[in-house]
């Protein structure tokens, strides 16, 4: 049972556009939402988290922007530059009393921003 | 500083054998995550492990798979009898633990190949 959803597997971008990443998810229950950035061979990175009570959260090129009552939320990177070609993981979580903070995560989307 | 760290980075074992896979999480970080991405899949919660509390198998697989926490740090996680479904990357994630939700901090994964 899927209950974070990605439904874009890849988006190309050309560099210095936006690149939006959307992120739909089921479970009313999360409360906490990140996404995480992926290269090859290497660990998910934590790039950008958003709690529930809030509608945007804003880290330099990034923001993300969550809508409770559609239960989707997004990621935009602006300018996009071409290191940002990676796979990016949408995740949330709710306080679970034996499992702490585990995060449901998506599918991923590959980004290629292009020169 | 140093991250979460996971050996080995890559295992090729043939079918029926045991494999250990191991995870030093960051220093001071008390709660302890295995996850595992399967080709062009999300990632998958396995095992969580919070101090010295019980830990939360729901994600588990089988009982062919099973994990120990010593000491409130290095983990290890045991696959015994491995079958070709099993081959995938995972991924162990380490995070505080407070008041409320923090980011989880992922190693780079052992790539898990079974023959």
């Known amino acids: 049972d899927q209950q974070v959803k990605q439904n874009s597997p890849s988006l190309s971008v050309q560099e210095g556009r936006i690149s939006i990443l959307n992120c739909d998810y089921t479970?009313?229950?999360?409360?906490?939402f990140l996404w995480y950035k992926k290269y090859p061979a290497e660990g998910p990175t934590f790039l950008i988290s958003i709690s529930s009570i809030k509608d945007k959260n804003e880290d330099g090129r990034f923001t993300v922007f969550l809508n409770k009552s559609a239960k989707h939320l997004s990621l935009h990177i602006v300018p996009s530059q071409p290191g940002d070609s990676a796979v990016y993981f949408c995740?949330?979580?709710?306080?679970?009393?034996?499992?702490?903070?585990?995060?449901?995560f998506g599918k991923g989307t590959s980004l290629l921003v292009t020169p | 500083g140093a991250g979460v760290s996971q050996s080995p980075s890559n295992k090729v074992t043939e079918k029926g054998k045991d494999v250990e896979l191991r995870c030093d999480p960051i220093?001071?970080?008390?709660?302890l995550y295995w996850y595992r991405q399967s080709l062009g899949q999300g990632l998958e919660f396995l095992i969580y492990f919070q101090g010295n509390s019980a830990p939360d198998k729901s994600g588990l697989p089988s009982d062919r798979f099973s994990a120990e926490r010593t000491g409130g740090s290095v983990s290890t996680l045991t696959i015994q009898r491995t079958q070709q479904e099993d081959s995938a990357v995972y991924l162990c994630?380490?995070?505080?633990?407070?008041?409320?939700?923090?980011?989880?901090?992922f190693g780079n994964g052992t790539r898990l190949t079974v023959t």
């Open positions: 995740a949330a979580s709710a306080m679970r009393t034996n499992s702490g903070y585990a995060l449901n």
């Open positions: 994630a380490s995070s505080l633990t407070g008041t409320g939700p923090t980011p989880l901090h």
């Open positions: 220093s001071g970080h008390t709660a």
């Open positions: 479970n009313s229950m999360f409360d906490y």
